[in-house]
């Protein structure tokens, strides 16, 4: 079964540029996440989806901050403009509800560097 | 919101030696996650614990949810060196749709 797919692997940019990543779950899977990582620091949840809803968007800064999931399937993470302090690796997952808990799997993750 | 401590923060061990890491909430969750990341990859999930109590194993890896609710630990027996990562604990609330809060991870070192 194939994993989470994400791209680009690798990203650097100047401040007050834009970025997109792309996330592509794994097959069936209806809730998607993606999580900000900063250095030394554990995966903090940006924006949870259920299908094309979002279920959770409260820690995403919306100001510059913009995620969608159009059909339910893949997912694109904007960044609009960059600041030095979204240098971080951006990791999606995808899940699905085994009955007790929700089984969460990540893709590589996206690196991002803001100079 | 909630907020978890994961200690120690890293660990330089001897292969072959027991490891011992913990995580405390101040708060309760219903489920409690062990994940170890590799450099470069995505977190992986080891064990996943989903009662007061519950002691889980899978391999040489141990995980018990703690009787408060607000903690857990893990356990690795015998050390080897691809044990080397990071090991982040996530506590998860059924009436929160399945959103993991994660600790800020205990970084092992296994020296051969």
């Known amino acids: 079964e194939a994993g989470v797919a994400q791209s680009p692997r690798y990203k650097i940019i100047e401040k007050r540029q834009s970025v997109a990543f792309w996330c592509n779950p794994i097959?069936?899977?209806?809730?998607l996440y993606w999580y900000q990582q900063i250095l030394g620091q554990g995966p903090k949840l940006l924006i949870q989806?259920?299908?094309?809803?979002?279920?959770?968007d409260s820690q995403l800064p919306k100001d510059r901050f913009s995620a969608e999931r159009l059909k339910g399937v893949d997912s694109t993470l904007k960044i609009q403009p960059a600041k030095l302090e979204d240098s971080a690796v951006y990791l999606c997952?995808?899940?699905?509800?085994?009955?007790?808990?929700?089984?969460?799997?990540f893709g590589p993750g996206t690196r991002l560097t803001v100079l | 919101g909630q907020q978890l401590n994961q200690s120690p923060q890293s660990m330089f061990i001897q292969e072959g030696e027991d490891v011992s890491m913990n995580c405390t909430s101040s708060s309760i969750f219903n489920t409690w996650l062990w994940y170890k990341q590799d450099p470069g990859e995505g977190p992986v999930l080891l064990i996943a614990l989903y009662k007061a109590g519950e002691l889980t194993s899978n391999g040489r890896l141990t995980a018990q949810f703690g009787i408060t609710r607000k903690d857990s630990f893990l356990n690795i027996s015998a050390s080897i060196p691809s044990d080397v990562g990071i090991y982040f604990c996530a506590g998860q609330l059924r009436t929160n749709a399945g959103k993991s809060t994660f600790g800020d991870g205990t970084t092992l070192t296994v020296k051969p």
């Open positions: 097959s069936g899977h209806a809730t």
């Open positions: 997952a995808s899940s699905f509800w085994t009955g007790e808990s929700d089984t969460q799997y």
């Open positions: 989806f259920q299908n094309n809803g979002v279920v959770d």
